[in-house]
């Protein structure tokens, strides 16, 4: 379904021309002037040769349509072209009835914001397409014309939702795209969620293919839902199938309803949200009252405090009775709680409060119980602290894996050391932080220099062309003043009488009106391609980068200053990743030619993974998702009903009785006409108990027998459906993971080059080269990769890609050449 606005001309409503484009000129004439006028509209709408049917609103007959519309739209004076005319077409399966055509021709009218408008709508069949014809008014009755806003926007859109509801094919425009994407299933296996699945769920569903709680449930809770008629009536129907409704509280106040298997706290379930929204406790309360539990319902688990919080009291109360380090050490150690001191590296920060003396017990800092636990507040009450701080030589294990977890490495430790056993190590430090905090003041000075002289050249290059354009513009007016001037005087000159003066001078206006007007225009994309141009350069200019911060560096060591030398050195110097490993255990060494063999056949390995994964998926038979059990149970039940209906349907001799039951209804006899309608409503009541008792005893008979195998049929198809969608995911991920292992081969295969190049014999790797498996090569050549220093890293880089160019360019030469 689409639909299409005939655009209208001004200055052509006159019945006339519409007349003369239907009566004598040919079709495709008549369809291109068909706008211009209420008369010619209306006439080419309801053409007989062309209409099937005509509807009308506002309007005493077609005859009549096109005066009764032009009186209207004489009510507004600034209105030039009050038709509107509208033509919506349906594709050839689409074959809307008529109630349905003029549904959508006043939903279109209205969307557009002409409800209560004239209209004219004419159904042709002179096409192979059905389509239908509206000529509206723009002129409502108040006189007001419709400005027809977004008028295309809106069409498009409407056609879209009036397809989407009738289940018909989406014409797919720029506006529509969001009904598009809502009423299609773009992404089938498996369908998005309409909430973010937790973790657990999603790892379930895309590794296993197991579906979540709240999927496989909502079949069973929205049938039972639907059929229970009382609180009392749900949960015995939820029961049979193992299910519990419970009351979900934050406190004191609730929150709403939840399904599980069970009213155990760890039992699975879900909030009755996430099964359908009329699952909600406000729709339920609205059918069934006020909410009745089955049992006492479960609270919700209360979070626990922090330890900090459940041993303030505790705390407080030992340093408020204590007088000594002595008697607050045994006050805390009645609830098992110890005292120790916060060291880091060398250096004494404060108290600490903790559960015990495992360094892995919970425990806070002083200042986290109250300013008067600090360990000044205790030394001014009870003296020095006789606690010791551990050494930094006799750390446990426990405190290296804290630091480790903090990030500690050989660098820190190192600093450390020097800075306890070397007195000019700080003299040294001191310089670098100089060094460091001096290169990155010239750096972003530097950024600074450079986007601020981009940015003022591009300004400049912006005013002069303004005001280039705006002198053009001046010199054009200047010479149109002239030529006006000149003519006038040529026409004052040349005529005789006023009359034709005046008319000459509007002649002349005329002619420089539209002189102005097209110089005007030439200005317009004259200027339009300039703001081209300019965004061009513009862009260009932004795509030039300035240095970063290394070669920034390496640019003014190279020009002598010592500091940036030095911050050179230590930028550097081989450094290690935070994930990278250094390869452990026994380490095996290999050539570089292995490593390249070694690469070859893992190529060849994960080519013939892709390919067979591919063939796999794509001879992996299509499942389509199989239909919910409350929808296939109402289909099933739709035949159950009409037989029920086609087996109490009036026999004849009851029909016979009720044509003359109506017969006698019709008589002049009151009597005689009360006893009709007394034996009519006793025939009728008397159908409708038949057909009631047989739809009881078919639907009984349906739920018996049917429902039974119809749930298996279901529950067969969603374990199928189960497995494919598991299948097609894991074969799906095998394949993403052979792409991206094929496609680090090259990678990898240059920074072997750039090790050959740089003199790097072999590897270290972790295993036998031969055996050796696609992230141990990774690793091992990494290593060497980040170990080589930058300088000499970047000339291989360099080498490599002169000898690529040259060799490209000798390729060209010979081909040139032959």
Not at 719 to 743: F, H, K, M, P
């Amino acid at each position: 379904m689409i639909t299409k606005a005939v655009p209208a001309r001004a200055h052509t409503r006159t019945f006339a021309i519409g007349i003369d484009y239907i009566t004598e000129h040919t079709h495709q004439r008549a369809v291109a002037t068909a706008g211009h006028s209420f008369g010619g509209s209306v006439a080419y709408a309801s053409a007989p040769e062309k209409a099937e049917w005509v509807h009308l609103r506002g309007v005493t007959s077609v005859e009549t349509a096109a005066i009764e519309m032009e009186a209207v739209a004489a009510l507004s004076k600034r209105c030039r072209d009050p038709v509107y005319h509208l033509i919506i077409a349906y594709a050839k399966h689409e074959r809307p009835t008529r109630e349905r055509v003029v549904s959508d021709a006043e939903r279109l009218l209205k969307a557009i914001g002409m409800e209560d408008h004239q209209y004219v709508l004419a159904a042709h069949k002179d096409t192979d397409d059905f389509h239908a014809h509206v000529i509206a008014n723009r002129i409502g009755l108040d006189g007001k014309a419709n400005d027809l806003w977004h008028e295309r926007i809106i069409r498009e859109r409407v056609c879209a939702e009036i397809a989407a509801e009738r289940g018909w094919e989406i014409v797919v425009g720029h506006h529509n795209r969001d009904i598009v994407q809502r009423v299609e299933h773009l992404y089938a296996p498996p369908p998005d969620p309409e909430r973010r699945l937790s973790d657990g769920s999603y790892r379930r569903l895309h590794e296993r293919g197991e579906l979540p709680w709240q999927e496989s449930a909502r079949p069973y809770v929205l049938d039972a839902i639907d059929r229970a008629k009382d609180w009392s009536d749900l949960h015995q129907r939820l029961g049979a199938y193992g299910i519990v409704v419970k009351l979900v509280r934050r406190g004191e106040r609730v929150q709403g309803l939840a399904f599980a298997e069970g009213f155990d706290r760890i039992a699975p379930g879900c909030a009755a949200s996430r099964i359908d929204t009329r699952c909600a406790l406000r729709a339920l309360e609205a059918r069934f009252g006020a909410f009745a539990p089955s049992r006492e319902p479960v609270t919700a688990i209360a979070r626990s405090a922090p330890w900090s919080d459940r041993v303030r009291p505790t705390i407080l109360s030992a340093v408020d009775a204590a007088k000594s380090w002595e008697d607050l050490s045994q006050h805390l150690d009645r609830d098992g709680i110890a005292v120790k001191l916060i060291q880091r590296g060398a250096r004494v920060q404060g108290l600490a409060f903790a559960q015990g003396r495992d360094p892995e017990a919970p425990g806070c800092g002083a200042s986290r119980i109250h300013p008067r636990c600090k360990q000044a507040a205790l030394e001014q009450r009870f003296g020095p602290c006789p606690y010791e701080a551990q050494r930094p030589h006799e750390y446990s294990r426990a405190a290296e894996r804290d630091a480790r977890a903090h990030g500690r490495n050989h660098v820190r430790d190192r600093a450390e050391h020097e800075a306890r056993n070397d007195p000019r190590w700080a003299v040294r430090d001191a310089e670098r932080i100089v060094d460091h905090a001096r290169m990155r003041s010239e750096y972003a000075s530097y950024r600074n220099r450079f986007f601020t002289d981009h940015e003022r050249v591009i300004g400049e290059r912006r005013d002069a062309a303004w005001e280039h354009e705006r002198a053009q513009r001046q010199r054009d007016a200047k010479k149109r003043r002239e030529a006006r001037l000149l003519l006038r005087a040529v026409a004052r000159l040349g005529t005789c009488g006023a009359i034709a003066r005046q008319l000459a001078y509007w002649s002349i206006d005329a002619v420089m009106g539209r002189r102005r007007a097209q110089e005007y225009d030439a200005a317009r994309v004259r200027w339009a391609t300039t703001k081209i141009a300019l965004a061009s350069e513009r862009r260009l200019a932004r795509e030039e980068k300035p240095l970063d911060y290394r070669s920034f560096v390496n640019t003014r060591a190279r020009t002598g200053d010592l500091g940036a030398q030095r911050v050179l050195e230590m930028l550097t110097a081989p450094t290690r990743s935070r994930n990278e490993r250094a390869p452990t255990g026994e380490v095996h060494r290999a050539i570089l030619d292995e490593v390249r063999l070694r690469l070859n056949v893992i190529r060849a390995e994960e080519e013939g993974r892709y390919q067979r994964a591919s063939v796999e998926r794509s001879h992996l038979q299509r499942l389509d998702r199989p239909p919910a059990l409350d929808k296939a149970l109402a289909t099933e039940r739709r035949p159950v009903q009409e037989r029920a209906a086609d087996a109490t349907r009036y026999t004849d001799a009851e029909r016979l009785q009720l044509d003359r039951l109506a017969n006698e209804k019709r008589s002049w006899n009151p009597l005689i006409r009360r006893a009709a309608a007394r034996e009519e409503a006793r025939l009728h009541g008397e159908q409708r108990s038949h057909y009631e008792k047989a739809l009881v005893a078919a639907t009984h008979e349906f739920e018996q027998h049917d429902v039974p195998r119809i749930e298996k049929q279901i529950a067969a198809a969603e374990r199928l459906y189960r497995q494919y969608v598991a299948a097609s995911l894991g074969l799906e991920r095998e394949i993403n993971q052979a792409r991206a292992a094929r496609d680090r081969i090259p990678e990898i295969e240059q920074q072997v080059d750039i090790l050959e190049r740089a003199g790097v014999a072999d590897v270290e790797c972790c295993n036998v080269i031969a055996k050796a498996r696609p992230d141990e090569i990774v690793a091992a050549i990494e290593h060497q990769y980040r170990a080589l220093p930058e300088i000499i890293r970047r000339d291989a880089e360099y080498s490599i890609r002169r000898e690529q160019r040259a060799r490209y360019w000798s390729r060209d030469t010979m081909s040139i050449d032959r």
